[in-house]
């Protein structure tokens, strides 16, 4: 932005609120979208005796339930500012919400007595004054992609569950099926807006933008994969892509392909010898470290390899790849075949839902499809992430390097152990790099810029009696595949770290962390210091705080 639009800015939309702070200022461009009106600008609060207090003290991950005071159901800026107000002054303990599909016990757990409720902030929008689309936290991808596409034929290479919030999953970073094209979410981050509050409980709205001459920079900076509930409260995100240019809103973010064309293979259990399996993951290992350069001509072509248990019966591939390239189908053609090269392995229609993906026994053979529609069906239709009464275990990785034969070992045993008959766990392997790797680790907060694919061990479960078998089980699991650095994925030649969108309280404990690396520089790598100063500067009193949070820096 230049000078000339700051003061611009500044001039048009700076005010003064009163209230119970000395003073609160409210910073937007000039132009920015119609704050809500009437009624819709202020949700209702909701005590326990409230029929919906059930339903809004727990997310998706039924292990974690707050029993706070209250929820506040946010419904504009203004809104958010008195609720922080009234939550500082009466000295309540807090916790964010945007979509509730939160790993850890960020938002739910037995200290908080106030839940900071987004859900109803779902705005998706173009703002020409600041030449960027605007989104609400309480947005769901699905309704982002929606908006987004039909409105102006863009896009953000978001993920692929369509009701994640879109709050916490820019925070932390957010990647999907379009990041080897174009980058995290993240990248594509112009501005944010924060509701902040100081140690005298002093609350301001601020904007904070990606302009050099910005003084609030360093806000901005912490929000591209700082990871949500640290800092304040995000009220808007705009999103303009680097370098674009004009004045045409279609020129100022991504473009989806038009078309993708799609496959989805199914790798039946009867088929895997042990040897078999770690042929098949090494194959996939091999391929993404061979070809995740920002510049390779596969960048255009991602894949998700949901390694499900031995219980379940079989593995899943979902692969897209930009059916606009000249060559989509001879990248996807020759992808398949190094997969199963050297298997013995005839892949089958995938013919029920496998980890995260849903039945899709049409694309036994590749289909082209429009990217929406794709995107659609990915998206919509497993019941088994997007179940809101399951109980659920979570850990990540990023991998610089193919698996090792430990490594393969190790899953293989787990994954077919006698005892464990659980079909809904996986091992969910991301296709990654690309044009991820194109920036520096301390460009955004988000510092994992040389990884060639990201990993997701997980399971779900319904009975609360089983939490000690299944957080036993994957705790085994994970601890075993990263026994040579400790029982995690330090940083190092062949792995990167884990992802704050996953979070995972057991990095902290050194029962099961007994690498010596702190959980901080897993998830942040030499990025943590700088947020630290962030937070010191934006929340000096650690008002907003959880289990796995930036702590500020000292004095």
């Not at 919400?97 to 908080?112: L, M, Q, T, W, Y």
């Not at 399951?390 to 070992?409: C, E, L, P, V, W």
């Amino acid at each position: 932005m230049s000078g000339i639009d700051r003061r611009r800015m500044l001039g048009n939309s700076a005010a003064v609120v009163g209230g119970i702070a000395a003073a609160s200022v409210l910073v937007e461009p000039a132009s920015a979208a119609p704050a809500a009106k009437g009624p819709a600008a202020k949700g209702a609060k909701v005590a326990p005796t409230d029929p919906r207090y059930p339903l809004l003290t727990t997310g998706n991950n039924q292990r974690f339930v707050a029993r706070p005071d209250y929820v506040a159901l946010i419904r504009s800026s203004a809104d958010a500012e008195q609720a922080l107000r009234t939550a500082y002054r009466d000295g309540k303990r807090v916790s964010v919400r945007s979509g509730g599909h939160c790993f850890a016990d960020f938002v739910c757990n037995p200290e908080i007595e106030v839940i900071l409720d987004f859900s109803e902030m779902t705005d998706v929008g173009y703002d020409p004054g600041f030449r960027a689309f605007y989104v609400e936290p309480g947005a769901r991808l699905m309704n982002v992609y929606e908006a987004l596409y039909k409105g102006w034929g863009v896009t953000v290479p978001g993920g692929i569950c369509y009701s994640v919030g879109a709050g916490g999953h820019i925070a932390g970073g957010g990647y999907g099926l379009l990041s080897r094209a174009h980058g995290l979410v993240t990248d594509h981050l112009y501005a944010v807006e924060v509701v902040v509050v100081d140690d005298r409980g002093r609350v301001r709205t601020v904007v904070a933008t990606r302009e050099e001459d910005d003084p609030n920079r360093d806000l901005w900076w912490a929000h591209t994969g700082g990871g949500g509930g640290n800092f304040g409260l995000v009220t808007r995100y705009w999103f303009r892509s680097p370098g674009a240019t004009g004045s045409e809103p279609a020129d100022q973010l991504v473009s989806p392909p038009s078309k993708v064309l799609v496959s989805a293979l199914d790798f039946s259990w009867d088929q895997l010898t042990e040897t078999r399996f770690a042929r098949l993951l090494k194959n996939f290992g091999a391929w993404h470290e061979q070809h995740s350069s920002p510049d390779s001509e596969y960048r255009h072509l991602s894949s998700l390899f949901n390694v499900s248990s031995k219980a379940h019966g079989s593995i899943g591939m979902f692969t897209q790849v930009d059916a606009d390239r000249p060559n989509a189908r001879k990248l996807l053609d020759d992808y398949n075949r190094a997969i199963t090269a050297g298997t013995g392995i005839k892949p089958k229609a995938l013919t029920r839902a496998t980890g995260e993906l849903p039945p899709m026994p049409q694309l036994a053979e590749p289909k082209e499809m429009p990217w929406l529609q794709a995107t659609r069906l990915v998206g919509t239709n497993n019941p088994t992430i997007t179940n809101p009464t399951s109980r659920g275990a979570h850990k990540s990785a990023y991998m610089r390097k193919n698996f090792t034969d430990q490594q393969i070992a190790a899953l293989y045993k787990h994954m077919s152990r006698p005892d464990f008959d659980n079909p809904d766990t996986m091992l969910v392997l991301f296709s990654f790099g690309g044009q991820v790797n194109a920036l520096a680790p301390d460009a955004t907060a988000n510092a994992q810029r040389s990884s060639v694919f990201k990993m997701c061990f997980q399971t779900f479960w319904e009975d609360e009696s089983e939490d000690d078998f299944y957080l036993g089980w994957v705790r085994d699991l994970y601890e075993e595949f990263f026994a040579r650095t400790g029982g995690v994925p330090v940083i190092g030649d062949s792995t990167d770290g884990c992802y704050i969108n996953y979070p995972d309280r057991d990095l902290s404990d050194p029962r099961h962390n007994r690498s010596g690396v702190p959980w901080q520089t897993l998830y942040y790598k030499e990025n943590y210091p700088r947020l630290q100063q962030v937070k010191r500067r934006w929340d000096p009193s650690d008002f907003f705080r959880h289990s796995l949070s930036i702590k500020p820096a000292k004095g």
